[in-house]
């Protein structure tokens, strides 16, 4: 099956400064790469996804760029804010066969003012 | 309206107890999913049900039992819980389940203790 690992689980940062999380992904057949922002006691957000005919997804602050040769995606968020503190996923959904997303572990953002 | 709801938000049930869980959408997803998630840790899939037939069953123990009455509801079943099933439960749903795919949206979830 598919398996993200995502980098870091921590990541502390101090406000305007520019955040960049990583995830690699095992399966060749995953197309399909969104990015959820989850703040304590809440939902998880989807805040922007990349589809794997695509390279580089850019929106405002935040933008995703996938390496298919290398099977990684990355989340980069510039120009950071304290309300960018959370819980942050990625996750990979597979077309080949049973349709099953699987998720990163999570990185802490933490964006100091 | 581009919201998926749950009910209820809190619950607290007794290892005896039976209780359910209910989801609903009206985005006309054909794609629903349950998800239980722990602290500090990513969603785990349980369920997906694609046009109202369970589709996949991430091996779940039984006593989770859900149900699809309908494109728009999902619900999940609860029975003879043991103390570790505590935690946050997921509702999501989807445009399609199979092959295409689109962006998921959560439902804000049931938090669930059992006692």
């Known amino acids: 099956g598919e398996n993200v690992e995502q980098h870091p689980s921590t990541l502390s940062v101090q406000e305007g400064d520019s955040a960049v999380i990583k995830c690699t992904y095992s399966?060749?057949?995953?197309?399909?790469f969104p990015w959820y922002k989850q703040e304590l006691g809440k939902r998880p957000q989807l805040i922007i996804d990349?589809?794997?005919?695509?390279g580089e997804k850019k929106d405002q602050r935040i933008a995703v760029t996938l390496n298919k040769t290398a099977k990684h995606f990355s989340l980069h968020i510039t120009e950071t804010q304290p309300e960018d503190s959370a819980v942050y996923f990625c996750?990979?959904?597979?077309?080949?066969?049973?349709?099953?997303?699987?998720f990163g572990r999570g990185t802490s953002l933490i964006v100091h003012p | 309206d581009t919201e998926v709801t749950q009910t209820p938000k809190h619950l607290v049930m007794g290892m005896t107890n039976k209780k359910s869980l209910k989801c609903e959408q009206h985005?006309?997803?054909?794609?629903m999913y349950w998800y239980k998630q722990k602290a500090k840790k990513p969603p785990e899939l349980m369920f997906v049900?694609?046009?109202?037939?369970?589709?996949i069953n991430e091996s779940v123990p039984s006593r989770f039992s859900p149900e699809c009455p309908n494109s728009s509801l999902l619900n999940l079943h609860l029975h003879a819980l043991q103390p570790e099933d505590s935690a946050l439960y997921l509702c999501?749903?989807?445009?399609?389940?199979?092959?295409?795919?689109?962006?998921?949206?959560f439902g804000p979830g049931t938090r669930l203790t059992v006692t």
């Open positions: 999501a749903s989807s445009q399609e389940g199979t092959r295409l795919t689109y962006e998921q949206y």
């Open positions: 399966d060749s057949a995953s197309n399909y």
């Open positions: 990349i589809r794997s005919n695509v």
């Open positions: 996750a990979a959904f597979s077309s080949g066969g049973s349709y099953i997303p699987t």
């Open positions: 985005m006309g997803h054909r794609a």
């Open positions: 049900y694609s046009y109202e037939k369970l589709s």
